[in-house]
């Protein structure tokens, strides 16, 4: 079992962040074709690597005679640093560093039981592996110079943190004057929907109305038509009635004429 001075484990802490910064950024750029800083800061450190290391190698100082419970340890305080981180830096600065919301198994995209698997086993290297070495090449180093370089990466590392943090916060403020201009942008589009609704809704209402009009006005066209052909009916059987008549007058008075003639030539 190792012991530490808080030193010593800030000097690792700083070892672990450089090589999780270089791992990752490697990884990443070879699967992308292109160089790419995976830091949050500036500078060629992942914070999360170091508090990662740190964490498995101090939760699992009990228990590194038993593999099993050092890989269960491991990734249970590691899953548990991951994800307090992810939600840390969510609710801080608006932005998600990772998101395994990808994942079958995973929750709120900030862990995931690939991860919590992944956690395990590097616990195991780190235990029973990759410290030892480590901590050879750092007691290797004179204490004094150890204690000046420990030293002046903490007060670049400060320094860096301020200004990522800084640049951070700009961010945020940006990503929340986005969400604002969104939302407004989606209640005016809202409220155009609601308008054009309403517009479409009086226009069925006014085409029922013309429809009700056309049919109103067909009935009383067919209601006028019907009374003007009984009309036409009614006044061609009082004219025909008024020749008849005139023409019967005319024959009666035609045959009194006859009869007249003919009896004034009999006398």
């Not at 919301?101 to 956690?119: D, E, M, P």
């Not at 809704?201 to 109305?209: A, N, R, T, V």
């Not at 009009?213 to 009383?220: G, R, S, Y």
């Not at 003007?228 to 005319?250: A, C």
Request: one cysteine or more; charged letters at 20%; glycine letters at 6%.
């Amino acid at each position: 079992m190792y012991v530490y001075h808080f030193r010593e484990w800030l000097t690792f802490f700083y070892f672990y962040c450089m090589a999780g910064w270089c791992f990752e950024s490697v990884y990443v750029s070879l699967r992308q074709g292109r160089w790419t800083n995976r830091g949050f800061m500036r500078g060629p450190w992942l914070p999360i690597y170091g508090s990662g290391a740190i964490c498995v190698l101090w939760s699992t100082l009990p228990v590194q005679g038993n593999p099993l419970l050092v890989y269960i340890v491991g990734a249970a305080a590691a899953t548990v640093l991951e994800y307090f981180t992810g939600v840390f830096m969510v609710k801080l600065f608006h932005v998600r560093y990772w998101d395994y919301s990808y994942r079958k198994i995973q929750f709120q995209g900030h862990i995931c039981l690939h991860s919590t698997v992944a956690w395990g086993f590097l616990s195991l290297a780190m235990v029973y592996g990759i410290h030892k070495p480590v901590e050879q090449f750092i007691f290797l180093w004179n204490e004094e110079w150890m204690s000046i370089i420990t030293f002046l990466l903490t007060v670049v590392i400060v320094y860096d943190f301020a200004n990522a943090f800084r640049q951070a916060m700009d961010l945020k403020k940006l990503i929340i004057q986005a969400e604002k201009l969104k939302i407004k942008m989606e209640e005016k589009w809202q409220q155009h929907r609601d308008e054009l609704e309403k517009w479409k809704e009086y226009q069925e209402e006014l085409k029922e109305q013309f429809k009700k009009e056309i049919l109103e006005t067909e009935n009383n066209m067919q209601q006028l038509w019907h009374r003007m052909e009984g009309l036409s009916r009614h006044l061609l059987l009082q004219n025909s009635r008024s020749l008849i008549v005139g023409f019967k007058d005319e024959t009666k008075l035609l045959r009194e004429k006859i009869s007249s003639y003919t009896k004034g030539k009999r006398d």
